[in-house]
């Protein structure tokens, strides 16, 4: 093998990756890669993973969960995804449709739901709570992002509804 086609395959491997919008100013032409085009679930939950770590870097542990959902939000915004944040959404029960069935804090591309929260430890109900989420909206992939964490990639908890 020639000694340049290790650095190839890791090219082609970053080429697959997707870059939060925080990489712009260095590499523009990685973090708009996704715009315009499709992208999966596993492509958004890795936009939104590392949005995640890179505010919780910046601003640390302990905010509202209000301030957090905002600054993501608008992360992902950057990132070319579209999110819609405290979206409403209602169940049905016995035939009957209730309007305020649960808010989701974030609908991301309406692919993936985003619960966050910012506790000193996420609670089991929380997980549960998230797959119930994507149970009622037959929705297959959900992230539980906990900002309370010390280091956030404890506080990530990737949940599937399903198969993906």
Known sequence: MPPY???IRILRAAARFSFPSFFNPIFPFLSQRHKGTEMDENGIGSTIVDSAIYLHKTLGPGLLETVYEVALARQL????????RQVVVPIEFEGETFEEGFRADLIVENKV???LKSVEKAHPA???????YL???NKKLGYLLNF?????KNGITRTINGYL
């Not at 915004?77 to 819609?84: I, Y």
């Not at 929380?126 to 119930?132: A, E, I, M, P």
């Open 5 to 7: 086609s290790r650095w």
């Open 135 to 137: 149970r009622l909206t």
């Open 77 to 84: 915004e950057k990132a070319g995804l579209q999110v819609r």
């Open 148 to 152: 309370g964490e010390a280091l956030m």
């Open 126 to 132: 929380h997980k549960k709570q998230l797959l119930t």
């Open 113 to 115: 739901i985003v619960e």
